[in-house]
């Protein structure tokens, strides 16, 4: 068996990592033909990776002008620890209201200690800004992960 099949995540440790980890970094390509990373907060949903960002941000331009992106999820300090998935992706922005605030409340849930429903002034400031907001939807073309704690200390 090759070192890259030994350290692949299967499918259930794929979705336990996006489900466990905080941040993505979704890269797209600028205007100037350069990548444009940026960390940002996302909900896995069914395996796959939605953002939400203003309507008018560079990462926006970006994939409006070319939908292609990378989205990284890594965690680990040391080598050994290294755990992530990198996902080659086409994104798809969504402008509907209602789909945008839906995405907003299921952030808010995700990333808000203690609450388990968004409501009153809460609710309020999310519909404030959903519509300068859009929802981002990353589909997969081709995803590769790694877990370098499956080579037990063998580098």
Do not use: C
């Not at 980890?21 to 395996?47: C, D, K, N, T, Y």
């Not at 300090?77 to 992706?89: F, K």
């Not at 086409?90 to 509907?96: F, P, V, Y």
């Amino acid at each position: 068996m090759s070192r890259r099949d030994r350290i692949k995540l299967t499918d259930e440790e794929r979705l336990e990592l996006l489900g466990e980890e905080r941040i993505a970094i979704v890269s797209s390509l600028g205007p100037r033909g350069w990548p444009h990373s940026m960390p940002m907060w996302f909900v896995p949903r069914q395996g796959e990776i939605w953002i939400w960002t203003y309507a008018k941000s560079q990462k926006v331009r970006n994939l409006e002008r070319d939908p292609r992106a990378t989205v990284l999820v890594e965690t680990g300090h040391e080598y050994g620890e290294l755990r992530g998935a990198m996902i080659e992706a086409e994104a798809e922005i969504h402008r509907d209201f209602e789909i945008v605030i839906g995405f907003a409340e299921e952030l808010t849930l995700r990333y808000a200690e203690g609450i388990s429903s968004v409501e009153g002034d809460a609710k309020a400031a999310l519909e404030a800004q959903a519509p300068k907001r859009v929802a981002i939807h990353f589909k997969p073309v081709r995803t590769a992960t790694w877990d370098h704690r499956k080579l037990g200390g063998t580098y």
